[in-house]
Structures are given as C-alpha cells and as structure tokens.
C-alpha cells in the first residue's frame, strides 16, 4: 500500500511539474531542426515568431487557452499551415503540428 501512495505522489509531482502554463515564456531566438533561426517575441497576452533569414511569420496567435498553448504553424518551404501545440522541455521548444489526420513533432532549441 505503502509503495502505491508513494508511486501517486511521485506521479502527481511529476505531472504538475511539467504541466504548461499561463506564464511560460517563449521569447528568444531558437534555432530549427534546419539550422534556421526564429525570433519568438511577446505581443499582448501571446506571442509570434518570425524567421530571421526570410521576415516571414512562422508562428502565429500564440495563445494560452485551456490550460494549454497553441497556435498556427507554417512551414515556408512546403507553403503549408498548421495548427499546432507548444511545450517547453527546458531549452527545447516541442511543437505538436496537426493537419486533418495528420500530426507531426518538431523540436527548436533556445539559443543562449
């Protein structure tokens, strides 16, 4: 019994630990799976991201709703967009893409 209270303490923890949040912070520059650098800078409650090299928005309405981030993502190379959901994992930025049936996971990281 004692090990089951302790494994549910742990886990609650745990999940609360790496639960999202109204004031994460996504600004900074962060650099794609590509080499490409983004600019996440906050604008109202939200935030946008632009790609340095092309002036282009890559991620757009970046809002906090329903305890989770989300947003819409575009690929310039493809000339597609996405919607999409953003975790921060430390230095990593996890972006959860989803079009129709299909979903794809891409990782930047925070430039320092």
Known sequence: MKA??????????????FAQ???DNFAGTWKTAEGKDV????????????????????LNDV???DGKW????FNPIKEVTADCELFLEGNNLKIVATK??????????KEI
């Open 63 to 65: 809002k906090f709703s």
């Open 39 to 58: 600019v996440i800078t906050k604008v109202g409650a939200g935030f946008i991201g632009e790609a340095i090299d092309k002036k282009v928005v890559i």
């Open 4 to 17: 089951i209270v302790a494994f549910l303490l742990v886990f609650l923890t745990s999940a609360v630990c």
């Open 21 to 23: 949040g109204a004031d």
């Open 70 to 73: 989300t947003a819409t993502v």
């Open 100 to 109: 129709g049936l299909f979903s794809k996971t891409i990782y930047w990281k």
